[in-house]
């Protein structure tokens, strides 16, 4: 069965503190993964696309990799804004135009 | 340069109301994507239309659930008889093609069931 699994499902940083978010999946005929930020009561607000393994993408403190099974959300040296829930998302071949998401990891980044 | 727009942003029904949400893609967008968040819940796609089509709407529960994409106007997701399962937060995204191309998402709507 084709599925999304993001971890932890929480982190805890202190400002400054560098660390990854993990997104696995197990589907076939890979099109696209995508990243959002989601805070409390809004909608996901895109990131990144990431389309082939080895490819990589950088915006501020963020930067997505992706390989043949998983990707990579690396936060460097993370701010109290930063705190938020980050969704992966994966596109399939098979899937048509609708995106598969992951149960997101809540970040929570004190001062 | 406006997003996606959906309104209302919070719905209150009782049980066996109908309950219609309502999503304006981003300009340039004819691609609207409907996807539900359960409580505790990832989000979960339910349809997929263009104008005036729906291409897959294989999400979408087969009763009380319908969607349309209209030539004019914005995209409507209508949900008739609602019961307290239907509670959940309902976000729309749109595209500029279909395909691999990012999804931008509106704010959703919150739907309560009495």
Redesign the interface.
Known sequence: EDQVTQSPEALRLQEGESSSLNCSYTVSGL??L?W?RQDP??????LF?L?SAGEEKEKERLKATLTKKESFLHITAPKPEDSATY?C?V?QETS?????????TQLTVNP | NAG?M?NPRHLVRRRGQEARLRCSPMKGHS?V?W?RQLPE?????MV?LQKENI??E??MPKERFSAEFPKEGPSILRIQQVVRGDSAAY?C?S?PQ???Q???????TRLSIL
């Open positions: 099109r696209g995508f959002y009561g809004k909608g996901p607000e895109f696309t389309y969704l998302a596109f048509g135009s609708r995106l598969t998401f992951g149960e997101g | 996606v959906q691609h994507y996807y819940e990832g989000l979960k796609f997929y291409i897959d294989s999400g976000f995204a595209s279909g395909s691999n990012p999804q931008h998402f509106g704010d959703g």
